[in-house]
């Protein structure tokens, strides 16, 4: 009879952090991964002697990072703990909690299955239908288990697997199904000791009784906007993109090409941004979004004091509604990021209450700890993270909904946007969001709402809240293969790729925002030491993966800057010019991305890596087309030949970024790959660079009526 290491499918341990000080604190605080870094969220509390702290916490098998918060600002890794490079030149403690029975190594064969391991939800990414196909999977522990398939309405269907990492694998299957009618099926698994069924009740003897049942009447799976697979983002931060109309700056206006601070102005416009469009036209990019624009009384604008008024140091409400209409004119759409969490104390509600105190009728838009309310350090309200100029808004409160849905309504319909860029929207309410995506998608059903997570956001994309998230899992497996702190192993590269690919639903990798720079990271080019030709390779990779590219502005051009506020430079207009390498890669990639339908939409496939050679290619396939994608991290130039799968049927091949072609036999593609370079293989038939309509179905229309006006 077959063994089980069995506990709880979703139990979580007690776990204790210990932490020692060698002086006095205020307080103490534990903040991670498991908790989106919010240092308010778990206090530590201290021993009599006042020195040690302590928190016992529950947590979930898997790979956490964490820090202690120091009286709220100092924040320092764990001694006792390992640490690591977070990828933003930041170091955190990692620890990994092994699921229950993984003391035992696993063995295929040996007749016992680690229960625990076992996991097939059917409300996130283990259940799915994308373009006629139901995909089933089944996580599970990797080297445990001799075979794993899975009955489907009584038909059997064989199942791949997929490394997960150290902790999991994934067993995975596709089968037609066009959503009518219901679906019943059970995984079977094979230890060497007869098969047994996997379903609701667990591991049974019998698949009767132990089926999952999928009912098209009322299976719903995410269908985020598909326009965003055929789009090219580019990030402006405000204040540093083009100074355009010098009437506007602010009395302490700095030179273009100083130095930031922490509220450096340096004058960026609406006008700037109109001066540019050319710029961002002949660049490629479909959609623009924007870092925060409204009323603020610093020049990030995370704290907002008017969300129905445009910043005077940035334009009026009116040029920024011509702007965008101009945009729009050239194919290009508009998102702007709205800070729905918390607000600057001059908002007019925070206001109030500075004025009127317990008397004050928006008491209800914030929470109050105590009065008198004044803004000053260790606030006596809830602000994020503990600053006191941003204190957080209640938006499960009716009024403030209200107030803020209302500032969402009118921009959207004067401004015409085609999406919304949110916030820390991880420490928003859900409800709130819920109600936010009515009334968005209540005017335009195919506006774009994204969040922003830093983790796994499957919470948030089942369909009813975001259509996607900042993928910044995506750039933390790009980063370790090509920044100067990271291991440079191309098996790492995609088992991380694949690993951030299979968190969500195909249709919602399609449209995360694929980052690997933004306001809030060091440069690429300065996480690369310097070095351009890796810079460039994390440029390729991120224009060629499943996802939406995002080009924060500057990084086109070969921009440097270390952690905020140095990566906030104004814009290096001096080398945005065709002798710059940076930008001729950029507009090629681009280009070559808009005019392939197999790097916008396609499925991706692991073709092969060699870590001592330092190279690695993987293909995006769709309908029948495929581009192929090989790179080298090596110093060296490198020739490879790789076994190109079933999937791939194309025989001949040209070189986007050569221009050299190649012919394939039998099935095995041999290329040169240049020193830290690559290659990216697309059909030979498709020569012309020029990209069809892309982009939102509104900026389509109005690039099709000035075509052929």
């Known amino acids: 009879m077959i063994?089980?290491?069995?506990?709880?499918?979703l139990a979580s341990?007690?776990?204790?952090?210990?932490?020692?000080?060698?002086?006095?604190?205020?307080?103490?605080?534990?903040?991670?991964?498991?908790?989106?870094?919010?240092?308010?969220?778990?206090?530590?509390?201290?021993?009599?002697?006042g020195r040690t702290w302590r928190i016992m916490l529950p947590l979930e098998p898997g790979e956490i990072q964490y820090k202690f918060v120091l009286d709220d600002n100092d924040w320092v890794v764990d001694p006792r703990g390992k640490a690591v490079d977070d990828g933003n030149g930041h170091m955190n403690t990692l620890l990994v909690i092994l699921p229950a029975g993984y003391e035992i190594p696993a063995k295929s064969g040996d007749g016992t299955?680690?229960?625990?391991?076992?996991?097939?939800l059917?409300?996130?990414?283990?259940?799915?239908?994308?373009?006629?196909?139901?995909?089933?999977?089944?996580?599970?522990?990797?080297?445990?288990?001799?075979?794993?398939?899975?009955?489907?309405?009584?038909?059997?269907?064989?199942?791949?697997?997929?490394?997960?990492?150290?902790?999991?694998?994934?067993?995975?299957?596709?089968?037609?199904?066009?959503?009518?009618?219901?679906?019943r099926y059970s995984f079977v698994l094979d230890d060497g000791h007869g098969k047994r069924f996997f379903g609701p009740k667990g591991l049974t003897s019998s698949e009767a009784g132990n089926d999952f049942v999928l009912d098209g009447r009322t299976y719903h799976p995410a269908a985020p906007p598909q326009w965003l697979e055929r789009t090219v983002l580019y990030q402006i931060?405000?204040?540093?993109?083009?100074?355009?109309?010098?009437?506007?700056?602010?009395?302490?206006?700095?030179?273009?090409?100083?130095?930031?601070e922490g509220n450096s102005y340096f004058g960026g416009d609406v006008a700037g941004v109109r001066q540019h469009m050319g710029y961002l036209k002949d660049l490629g990019i479909t959609c623009v979004y924007f870092n925060p624009i409204f009323k603020s009384p610093v020049s990030h604008r995370y704290e907002t004091a008017d969300y129905r008024l445009i910043d005077p140091s940035f334009g009026s409400n009116q040029e920024f509604f011509g702007l965008t209409k101009a945009l729009k004119g050239q194919g290009i759409g508009t998102i702007v990021d709205g800070v729905f969490n918390h607000?600057?104390?001059?908002?007019?509600?925070?206001?109030?209450?500075?004025?009127?105190?317990?008397?004050?009728?928006?008491?209800?838009?914030?929470?109050?700890?105590?009065?008198?309310v004044k803004v000053e350090e260790n606030p006596n309200y809830l602000a994020w993270w503990g600053y006191p100029s941003m204190p957080k808004l209640n938006t499960t409160n009716p009024e403030t909904m209200s107030y803020l849905l209302g500032s969402v309504e009118y921009w959207q319909k004067n401004a015409g946007l085609v999406g919304w860029r949110l916030d820390v929207a991880n420490e928003v309410s859900m409800d709130f969001w819920r109600a936010f995506r009515r009334r968005v998608k209540g005017i335009d059903a195919n506006a774009w709402i994204l969040g922003e997570e830093w983790g796994d956001a499957n919470a948030w994309l089942k369909g009813d809240q975001w259509d996607a998230s900042m993928n910044y899992p995506f750039r933390e497996a790009v980063l370790k293969f090509v920044s100067s702190t990271g291991n440079g192993k191309p098996s790492d590269l995609l088992s991380g790729l694949m690993r951030n690919y299979r968190t969500y639903a195909p249709q919602v990798s399609r449209n995360e925002m694929n980052l690997i720079g933004s306001h809030d990271t060091p440069r690429i080019l300065t996480l690369c030491?310097?070095?351009?030709?890796?810079?460039?390779?994390?440029?390729?990779?991120q224009m060629t993966w499943v996802g939406v590219p995002s080009v924060y502005y500057g990084d086109e051009l070969g921009m440097e800057g270390d952690k905020d506020p140095d990566n906030r430079r104004g814009?290096?207009?001096d080398v945005a010019n065709n002798s710059n390498d940076f930008l001729r890669l950029y507009k090629k990639l681009i280009a070559t991305r808009l005019g392939n339908k197999a790097l916008q939409s396609g499925d991706p496939v692991i073709v092969g890596s060699n870590d001592e050679q330092g190279t690695l290619a993987y293909a995006r396939v769709l309908d029948g087309e495929a581009a192929v994608v090989v790179l080298n991290r090596s110093d060296a130039p490198r020739a490879a030949s790789y076994r190109l799968p079933n999937l791939v049927q194309q025989k001949s091949f040209r070189d986007a970024l050569s221009g050299h072609t190649y012919n394939v036999g039998s099935g095995t593609l041999s290329v040169q790959i240049p020193a830290k370079g690559a290659v990216l293989l697309i059909s030979s038939r498709h020569h012309s660079s020029i990209p069809g309509h892309t982009g939102h179905p509104a900026l389509i229309s109005a690039s099709h009526r000035r075509t052929h006006a």
């Open 113 to 120: 299955i680690t229960l625990s391991a076992l996991r097939h």
């Open 237 to 260: 931060f405000p204040d540093r993109f083009a100074n355009g109309d010098t009437r506007n700056d602010p009395p302490n206006v700095e030179a273009w090409d100083s130095m930031p």
């Open 529 to 541: 030491g310097g070095d351009k030709d890796l810079a460039k390779l994390a440029a390729v990779i």
């Open 343 to 372: 607000s600057a104390p001059s908002l007019f509600a925070f206001a109030d209450i500075l004025k009127n105190q317990q008397n004050s009728k928006y008491l209800g838009w914030y929470t109050i700890n105590r009065f008198p």
């Open 3 to 9: 063994g089980l290491l069995a506990s709880s499918l």
């Open 13 to 49: 341990e007690l776990r204790e952090f210990v932490f020692k000080a060698d002086k006095p604190l205020s307080k103490v605080a534990i903040a991670g991964t498991f908790n989106g870094w919010n240092k308010g969220a778990n206090p530590m509390k201290a021993d009599a002697d």
């Open 571 to 573: 814009m290096r207009w």
């Open 122 to 183: 059917q409300d996130g990414a283990d259940v799915n239908l994308d373009r006629g196909k139901l995909m089933l999977a089944l996580r599970a522990r990797p080297r445990d288990i001799r075979s794993v398939s899975v009955l489907v309405n009584g038909r059997p269907a064989s199942m791949s697997e997929e490394p997960l990492g150290q902790i999991y694998t994934r067993y995975a299957t596709q089968v037609p199904w066009k959503g009518a009618g219901a679906v």
